[in-house]
């Protein structure tokens, strides 16, 4: 019979839970707090909650959360929590530090029966907040049409030569890593490269999508021992919403390449905007080590993808017609033309008419206030 625990974060209003002095608190302490050993729980929409098992003591003692005073504010301030919800159950250490006690107590509910000590292989969406849940996703797409075959091939053959040698990685003392960043204008197939990419790793390995630029800023490291010994795939679609989000990048370059990285992991990015991103993220091997250009579909690739779509030749006008235009457009133009059965001519010129209003519209916006492009 298995065994139900129910857990929530809440802070409660004891004032006499955690009384602690400066002296009591010791590194090690905090360290013991962070490294506790973790088990993943199915919840009831079958994501995954992967909590420390000290939450599980008979004892019920309360977890105790480290966090810089300012640290602590900048929270506030964002919303994340309010000083109202924690105010009787902070403790401060020395003039910096303060304390925040958490319950097991909660809405939540895990049964011992649908506990895991690692992760099914898989495709998840990844959030952390006070504890890790991952939600299990499909990659939702159109048919895959092989448009880059030399940087699929070269991508393919990055990721198996990493996986293959782990052991040399040993032998060399280095973490078993790797990074890999493709970038290009919007709509040119950089999602389409990587979902067909990760569909055929996704049962060798649990790939996390990461959503939220917080998520480098949690407790992501105290994570990492619970998958030991699994390949793990950490993805980010535009990555300036981690470089220009509001948590900096300290943590996050500590992820990529230091004192947080990941042992057996890989992370691949994608991005619009590579001159907004820093040159000690992409002029640096050991962060990303391969970057890869999807251009604008040359004359060739415009006459593959659209003779796959419409069915037919495609003559040399229409060739000319669409010079420079993205692989979005080019499905735009078969949709109009093979599924709302509108005129060629039309569709090109509406489309051509479009182009020219986001040019005078749009680029000078996107010019002067590209610090907050994200998507």
């Not at 092989?146 to 393919?156: A, F, K, R, T, V």
């Not at 690739?301 to 037919?312: A, N, Q, V």
Request: glycine share 6%; proline share 2%; aromatic share 12%.
């Amino acid at each position: 019979m298995g065994i139900k625990v129910k857990f929530r974060f809440k802070f409660g209003t004891n004032r006499n839970a955690l009384q602690v002095s400066d002296d009591k608190i010791k590194k090690k302490d905090i360290t013991d707090l962070e490294s506790d050993p973790k088990k993943a729980f199915r919840l009831k929409d079958d994501s995954w909650a992967i909590i420390s098992t000290s939450f599980f003591s008979k004892k019920r003692e309360p977890a105790i959360k480290v966090l810089d005073a300012k640290d602590f504010a900048r929270k506030c301030k964002r919303g994340e929590f309010t000083y109202q919800d924690f105010k009787h159950n902070l403790l401060p250490i020395g003039n910096r530090k303060i304390l925040i006690e958490s319950w097991d107590d909660s809405d939540e509910e895990f049964d011992g029966k649908n506990s895991m000590k690692s992760m099914p292989c898989g495709l998840y969406e990844l959030e952390i907040n006070g504890w890790m849940r991952l939600k299990p996703i499909k990659i939702n797409q159109d048919q895959y049409l092989e448009l880059n075959e030399d940087i699929s091939n070269q991508i393919y053959a990055d990721i198996e030569t990493f996986i293959q040698n782990k052991k040399r990685y040993e032998e060399m003392n280095v973490l078993h890593k790797r990074g890999i960043l493709l970038y290009g204008s919007a709509g040119n197939g950089k999602t389409m490269i990587l979902n067909h990419v990760l569909e055929h790793y996704k049962d060798m390995a649990c790939i996390l999508f990461v959503k939220n630029d917080n998520v480098f800023n949690a407790e992501l490291f105290s994570y990492r021992d619970f998958f030991t010994g699994q390949l793990v795939i950490f993805v980010v679609e535009e990555l300036t919403q981690i470089t220009h989000g509001g948590y900096g990048i300290g943590k996050f370059l500590s992820f990529l390449d230091g004192q947080e990285s990941w042992n057996d992991s890989l992370f691949i990015a994608t991005t619009n905007y590579p001159e907004l991103l820093p040159g000690n993220i992409v002029d640096r091997p050991s962060r990303f080590d391969r970057i890869f250009k999807i251009e604008v579909p040359d004359r060739e690739t415009r006459r593959i993808f659209l003779e796959s779509f419409l069915k037919e030749e495609c003559n040399t006008d229409l060739l000319d017609q669409t010079e420079g235009y993205s692989i979005a457009y080019l499905k735009e133009i078969c949709i109009q033309t093979h599924i709302m059965q509108r005129g060629l001519s039309e569709v090109l010129k509406e489309i051509q008419n479009r182009k020219d209003e986001v040019s005078k519209n749009f680029a000078d916006c996107k010019k002067e206030d590209n610090d907050d492009i994200y998507v």
